[in-house]
């Protein structure tokens, strides 16, 4: 089997990881992929991943048997129909499938009809509705762009300003529409659920960090670490969850004639009610696949082929390692503002002296002497795993203290809480 996966992060380099891990797959290209990438498996021009003629063409000139769409951007512009229009099996969901990403409204409407525990939310088009409705629910203030926006489209605040002129921003765009939703208190939890547009198959959960700070300081961001297992989570959550959630909600998009095929990201808070979904996403979660992935031994080419050709069936249980597994972000300068790029990055390959480590890059690229230079706000996933969270942790940040960049900063404080048994629910 020849892979083609689509996406250039962190994210994309777990996969391909997994991917040429996989005995059954022969050969990977990524589309257009990074430096660490590029290390492993061939790496393919793509100016537009959103572009669907361009991702076709790529299939076509590699006569790959499988498509794996990484970001949610080119799955909400359609490229996963164009490419199965034209023969290919997908690992990515349609663009109407992709709209439980794509729009928040859409996703609540689907939760509503689904019977999904979720928060109220109000869907807001002017200033006024969105402060009518954050004084009914008072501080804090959930605001959240209905469209995409790379993971930084919310803003969970006790300022009611700043709520104001986050809604603000996102109303200015055309089109633009905002969900207010009430602030769901308990730890949050994030589960990735295959799907074959009919079967169901979860993955273990993760729980990330969104904040940029230690102890949860700062701006939201696309993520800054994540680990798995969750020894706190209840047993029985990942089925309480797929019986609840995942599965009414993929019967759901069947029923509307959108099945939805590919992989259920839902994010969740562990609430004194019990669990209820605070988003859903259509692809895989960065930077939680990455501890995902590194913990997962059931071969990952031959299960996202059966969820491209709806044959999940075959799969009752996957095989897990009993490893733990952490990754930390290093970020550029300024992020998650405009973040700085271009500066050189050392220590990489010193990473290999630790146990277990790796690194997985995001925003990395080659200057024209070669040297490795950031290029985007997150810029590294160092991974580490171990026979528990402590231990894990321990091999995971003496790999980050191997890294340089200048003005680069990471959180000090990723699976701390969980190591000392800190995180309770309910």
Request: with cysteine; glycine share 10%; charged share 25%.
């Amino acid at each position: 089997m020849k892979v083609l996966v689509i996406g250039s992060g962190a994210r994309e380099h777990a996969i391909v990881r997994s991917l040429v891990a996989d005995q059954a797959v022969d050969a990977v290209v990524a589309a257009p992929g990074n430096p660490g990438i590029d290390t492993i498996a061939l790496c393919e021009p793509l100016a537009d991943a959103t572009d669907p003629a361009a991702v076709l063409d790529v299939a076509q000139r590699h006569e790959v048997d499988l498509v794996v769409i990484g970001p949610e951007a080119p799955l909400v512009a359609g490229v996963a129909d164009v490419l199965r229009d034209n023969g290919f099996d997908v690992f990515g969901p349609s663009a109407e499938a992709a709209r439980l990403e794509g729009s928040k409204a859409f996703a609540k409407e689907v939760m509503s009809s689904a019977e999904v525990p979720t928060g109220l939310a109000h869907l807001c088009t002017t200033l006024d509705e969105v402060a009518e409705s954050i004084d009914a629910f008072g501080a804090p203030f959930v605001i959240k762009d209905d469209g995409l926006a790379a993971g930084k489209g919310v803003v969970v605040t006790d300022d009611r300003e700043a709520a104001l002129d986050h809604a603000r921003a996102c109303l200015a765009k055309d089109g633009g529409r905002v969900v207010v939703e009430e602030f769901l208190d308990g730890p949050e939890v994030s589960l990735f659920v295959l799907s074959d547009g009919v079967t169901v198959v979860p993955l273990t959960p993760a729980q990330d960090f969104k904040r940029v700070g230690d102890d949860d300081a700062g701006p939201n961001t696309g993520g800054m670490g994540a680990y798995s297992p969750l020894a706190w989570a209840p047993d029985n959550l990942t089925d309480e969850l797929v019986a609840r959630v995942a599965q009414p909600t993929v019967d759901e998009m069947r029923r509307r004639g959108a099945p939805f095929v590919g992989v259920l990201f839902i994010g969740l808070a562990m609430t004194s009610r019990g669990p209820r979904v605070i988003e859903f996403n259509a692809r895989f979660g960065d930077p939680e696949t990455q501890v995902v992935l590194a913990r997962l031994l059931t071969p990952l080419g031959g299960l996202l082929k059966a969820a491209a050709t709806q044959r999940l069936d075959d799969y009752d249980t996957l095989r897990w390692s009993d490893d733990h597994a952490v990754t930390v972000v290093v970020a550029s300068h300024n992020y998650p503002g405009t973040p700085r790029t271009g500066d050189p990055i050392t220590g990489v390959g010193d990473v290999e002296g630790v146990p277990t480590a790796y690194v997985l890059h995001a925003g990395t690229a080659r200057d024209e002497s070669g040297t490795l230079v950031s290029a985007g706000g997150r810029v590294l996933s160092v991974v580490a795993t171990g026979s528990d969270l402590g231990q894990a942790r321990e091999r995971v940040y003496a790999a980050v203290d191997l890294i340089g960049l200048e003005g680069s900063h990471h959180r000090t404080d990723i699976a701390l809480k969980a190591s000392r048994d800190e995180i309770t629910v309910g």
